[in-house]
Every structure is written in C-alpha cells, then in structure tokens.
Nanobody
C-alpha cells in the first residue's frame, strides 16, 4: 500500500511561483510513474503533468506547458511540481498520484494511489 502526501500549496499572486512536493511511502517508488492532477471548484479533475519512473520522460497539459515542470528524486521517494508564472486559472486542489505502470500516463484510470490534495490559490 502506497501513501502519498502532498505539501507546498498556498496563496500566491499571479506571476509568482510555488513548488509542490509529493512524498511517497509504503511501496517501491521506482515502480511507479507519477502524475499531478488538479480540480478547480465546480470542474472535473484534470491532468496536469506526468513523469516516468526514471524521470527521463514527462508530459504536460497544454495549459501548463512551459510554466510547470515535473521532476522526481527517487532517492527521497518524492515527486515535485515546480509551478512558475502562476495564473488565477491555476487555482485548484492539486493531487499527486502513483500509476499502475512505471511509464507516464495522462489518464486518471491508470493511477492507483492518490494523495489527499493541496490547495493552490492564485490571486489576480
């Protein structure tokens, strides 16, 4: 059983940066591709970014490409989401997830373990 704990959310102004962390425990971290998703009020949860077990491959939603970077430190069993140039439309609860596969995936159905989420609020 894998437990995921996100941290790093908060309230920032537009244009500022935040780094989210996702600490994993209870499993073999390198067995899992990792992903970040988000859910804004009144909207469906959506894909943000994903990374392979080695960190060699990553994919991003078009809405965050060029502003967000996903990476991982396998020695620390932690995945990160560096968010730069934040916009009010990035406001959401951000979730990290561990996939059933070691490869990256944009589809929520491929993710078996989920964190509890961390709130990111971007003011204009």
């Amino acid at each position: 059983q894998v437990q995921l704990l996100e941290s790093g959310g908060g309230l920032v102004q537009a244009g500022e940066s935040l780094r989210l962390s996702c600490a994993a425990s209870g499993g073999t971290f390198t067995s899992y591709g990792m992903g970040w998703f988000r859910q804004a009020p009144g909207k469906e949860r959506e894909f943000v970014a994903t990374i392979s077990w080695s960190g060699a491959t990553s994919h991003y939603a078009d809405s965050v490409k060029g502003r967000f970077t996903i990476y991982r430190d396998n020695a620390k069993n932690t995945a990160y989401l560096q968010m730069n140039s934040l916009k009010p439309e990035d406001t959401a609860v951000y979730y990290c997830a561990a996939a059933r596969t070691s490869q990256p995936s944009t589809a929520q159905a491929f993710y078996y373990y989920w964190g509890q989420g961390t709130q990111v609020t971007v003011s204009s």
